[in-house]
C-alpha cells in the first residue's frame, strides 16, 4: 500500500498489480508465487491463510543503499478489496498469476462495482478467455499473448486485429522483434482499440513511446513518465 500510494504521489495515474489467491480464497496483491524473496516467510502465497498473511512483515526484504528501512513498520500483503477501496477513484491493472482466479475476480468486481476502472490482463490467454465467459463480457480484459500476436500481424497488412479486446497490453519487444511502432498504434486506434505497453523506465524510451502515440506506459518510474498520456 506504501509503494502504491507513493506510486501515485510520484504521477501515476492507475495502479498495476499481480494477484495471487490465500488458502481461504481472498484475492491478494502479490507479484510472486512464493513469500520468500519480499517477506520474511516462506512457501507459496497459496499455502496461507489471510490471517497468517498479514503475520508476515511484506516491507522485511526490501534493501535501499544496503539498508532495510521497511522492516517492522507494519507493511502487510493487502487485498484487491482493500487497494480499489483505498484508492477508490484510481484504475487499477490487474495481472491473473495463476489459475481459479476468475472467480473471486469476478465477484469482488462485481461487488465493488468497479467493472469500468479495472483491467484485466494476463500472460493466459485460457485465463483471460474464462475471464470473460465468467463476468459475462463486463470486465475489460486486455489481450493476451496470443491475441497480441494477431494483431502485430495484421496491422502489418494494416487490417485489425480481434476486435473484442478493447486494449492490447504489449512489451516494446519480444525476443528482439520490435513490436510497437506507429503501424501498430494507428491501427489499433482505427479499430478503437487502446494500445498500453510495458514495462518502460528509461527516460529516452518513455518519450519515444509517447511520441507513438500509446495511450499508456506501464513502468517503475511513474516520476518520469507522465509526460504525455497516463502511466501506472
Not at 522492516?71 to 487499477?92: C, D, I
Not at 467493472?115 to 493476451?144: C, K, N, P, T
Not at 498500453?196 to 507513438?212: F, Y
Amino acid at each position: 500500500m506504501l509503494a502504491f500510494g507513493r506510486g501515485l504521489e510520484a504521477g501515476a495515474d492507475h495502479l498495476e498489480t499481480d494477484l495471487h489467491r490465500t488458502a481461504d480464497d481472498h484475492l491478494v496483491c502479490f507479484h510472486d508465487e512464493s513469500v520468500d524473496r519480499t517477506t520474511d516467510g516462506a512457501g507459496s502465497v497459496g499455502s496461507y491463510t489471510l490471517a497468517e498473511l498479514r503475520r508476515l512483515d511484506a516491507g522485511y526484504n526490501h534493501r535501499v543503499d544496503g539498508a532495510f528501512p521497511f522492516r517492522g513498520r507494519g507493511l502487510r500483503v493487502p487485498t484487491l478489496g482493500e487497494v480499489l477501496a483505498t484508492f477508490s477513484s484510481v484504475g487499477v491493472v490487474v495481472d491473473i498469476k495463476v489459475d481459479g482466479l476468475e472467480d473471486p475476480l469476478t465477484d469482488i468486481l462485481e461487488k465493488m462495482n468497479a467493472w469500468e476502472r479495472v483491467i484485466v490482463g494476463s500472460f493466459s490467454d485460457v485465463r483471460l478467455l474464462r475471464m470473460r465467459h465468467r463476468s459475462a463480457d463486463q470486465a475489460l480484459v486486455s489481450a493476451g499473448p496470443l491475441t497480441a500476436r494477431a494483431w502485430w500481424l495484421a496491422s502489418r497488412l494494416r487490417r485489425s486485429g480481434p476486435l473484442e479486446f478493447p486494449v492490447l497490453q504489449l512489451p516494446m519487444s519480444v525476443n528482439g522483434v520490435r513490436l510497437i511502432d506507429r503501424r501498430l498504434v494507428e491501427t489499433a486506434h482505427a479499430n478503437g482499440t487502446a494500445v498500453h505497453v510495458w514495462t518502460v523506465n528509461q527516460p529516452a524510451e518513455i518519450d519515444r513511446m509517447w511520441a507513438l502515440g500509446v495511450d499508456a506506459i506501464i513502468t517503475d518510474r511513474a516520476d518520469v513518465a507522465p509526460r504525455g498520456g497516463e502511466a501506472a
